[in-house]
T-cell receptor
Framework: QQQVKQSPQSLIVQKGGISIINCAYE??????FPWYQQFPGKGPALLIA?????SEKKEGRFTISFNKSAKQFSLHIMDSQPGDSATYFC????????????????FGKGTLLTVNP | KAGVTQTPRYLIKTRGQQVTLSCSPI?????VSWYQQTPGQGLQFLFE???????NKGNFPGRFSGRQFSNSRSEMNVSTLELGDSALYLC???????????????FGSGTRLTVV
C-alpha cells in the first residue's frame, strides 16, 4: 500500500520557470510533511517541512502548499535554476499520535527535476 | 562539523553471503535510522535505533538486522544476500531522537550494495 503518492515522476522546466510537484497521502494520522532534495551520489537533504496547522510555508524560492481536507500537499520552486536539478521526495510521518516513539518517514517515489538553462 | 559517515561507499557481494554496513552519526546525535533506496520501491524504512534500542522496524525480512553502540554508531547486517537486496542503503541521524519541523533527519551519502 503506497501511502504517499507523488507526481509527476519527472519534470522538465526552463530556467526561471516554476516547478510544481504534488503529493497525496492516505493516512489521516500523518502530521509532519517534509520535502527532501537528493543529488546524484548523495543522500537526501531536508529542504522544507510543514505541519498541518498551516496552509503554506515559504523559504526563499521554495514553498509548500498544504490542503488538509484534500490530503494533498505540493512543492513550488520559483525562479527554477539549473542547480535545482535533482530528485525531490515528499514524505510524511505521524508524530502526535505516536507517543514519541514513531520516527518513520514514509516517502513518495520521487520526482526527477531537470531545469534547462 | 562532520556529517553522517557511511562506510563502505560501494560493496559488491555474492548471493548467499552476508554483509555489514556501518554508520557514524553526527556527533551528539543519538538516533540512527536506516533506509533502503531502490529505483522500483523508492525509499523504504528499515529500522530506527535510539540509545542502543531498536524502537521502530519496517516491513523487511529477518535477514535484515541492526544494532547501535554506546557511542551511537550503528551497523546494519544483511544475511543470506539475494539479488533483490541490491540497493543504496542510507543512514540518517537525528539530534533528539525524532523528527522536528525544520530539522528532520540528516542523511549520509549511503552505501551502494550490489549483489551478484
Amino acid at each position: 500500500q503506497q501511502q504517499v503518492k507523488q507526481s509527476p515522476q519527472s519534470l522538465i522546466v526552463q530556467k526561471g520557470g516554476i516547478s510544481i510537484i504534488n503529493c497525496a497521502y492516505e493516512n489521516t494520522a500523518f502530521d509532519y510533511f517534509p520535502w527532501y532534495q537528493q543529488f546524484p551520489g548523495k543522500g537526501p537533504a531536508l529542504l522544507i517541512a510543514i505541519r498541518p496547522d498551516v496552509s503554506e510555508k515559504k523559504e526563499g524560492r521554495f514553498t509548500i502548499s498544504f490542503n488538509k481536507s484534500a490530503k494533498q500537499f505540493s512543492l513550488h520552486i520559483m525562479d527554477s535554476q539549473p542547480g535545482d536539478s535533482a530528485t525531490y521526495f515528499c514524505a510524511a510521518s505521524s508524530l502526535a499520535n505516536s507517543g514519541g516513539s514513531n520516527y518513520k518517514l514514509t516517502f513518495g517515489k520521487g520526482t526527477l527535476l531537470t531545469v534547462n538553462p | 562539523k562532520a556529517g553522517v559517515t557511511q562506510t563502505p561507499r560501494y560493496l559488491i557481494k555474492t548471493r548467499g553471503q552476508q554483509v555489514t554496513l556501518s554508520c557514524s552519526p553526527i556527533s551528539g546525535h543519538r538516533s540512527v535510522s536506516w533506509y533502503q533506496q531502490t529505483p522500483g520501491q523508492g525509499l523504504q524504512f528499515l529500522f530506527e535505533y535510539f540509545s542502543e534500542t531498536q524502537r521502530n522496524k519496517g516491513n523487511f525480512p529477518g535477514r535484515f538486522s541492526g544494532r547501535q553502540f554506546s557511542n551511537s554508531r550503528s551497523e546494519m547486517n544483511v544475511s543470506t544476500l539475494e539479488l533483490g537486496d541490491s540497493a543504496l542503503y542510507l543512514c540518517a541521524s537525528s539530534l533528539v531522537g525524532g523528527l522536528q519541523l525544520n530539522y528532520g533527519y540528516t542523511f549520509g551519502s549511503g552505501t551502494r550494495l550490489t549483489v551478484v
